[in-house]
């Protein structure tokens, strides 16, 4: 089952609103993240794949544009090992 990310931004002061309206619509185990700073935006990762459809139609007073949504799967490390990380020095 894959994975949804669901960003938006929101309308010049309606980013609480917005979490709210997110908050009630999504499920447990769903991670809602909002901007430190910068443009108010919200972010959506629903490891049930359902957040397209459950945040398809947004108040149009909240939002300052079209969400967008992206699919994603995990990727299996197939020898079971962690990849080693290296930094130079």
Same mark, same amino acid.
């Given at each position: 089952?894959?994975?949804?990310?669901?960003?938006?931004?929101?309308?010049?002061?309606?980013?609480?609103?917005?979490?709210?309206?997110?908050?009630?619509?999504?499920?447990?185990?769903?991670?809602?993240?909002?901007? /430190?700073? %910068?443009? =108010?935006?919200?972010?959506?990762?629903? *490891?049930?794949?359902?957040?397209? $459809?459950?945040?398809?139609?947004?108040?149009?007073?909240? /939002?300052? %544009?079209? =969400?967008?949504?992206?699919?994603f799967? *995990?990727?299996?490390?197939?020898? $079971?090992?962690?990849?080693i990380?290296?930094?130079?020095?």
């Amino acid at each position: 089952m894959p994975t949804t990310m669901w960003e938006v931004r929101a309308a010049d002061g309606q980013l609480e609103a917005l979490i709210t309206w997110v908050l009630i619509r999504v499920g447990a185990g769903t991670q809602v993240y909002r901007s /430190v700073g %910068g443009d =108010p935006r919200l972010v959506v990762i629903d *490891p049930s794949g359902c957040a397209t $459809g459950t945040l398809a139609d947004p108040p149009p007073d909240m /939002v300052a %544009g079209v =969400p967008h949504a992206w699919d994603f799967e *995990p990727v299996s490390n197939q020898s $079971g090992q962690r990849p080693i990380l290296t930094t130079k020095q």
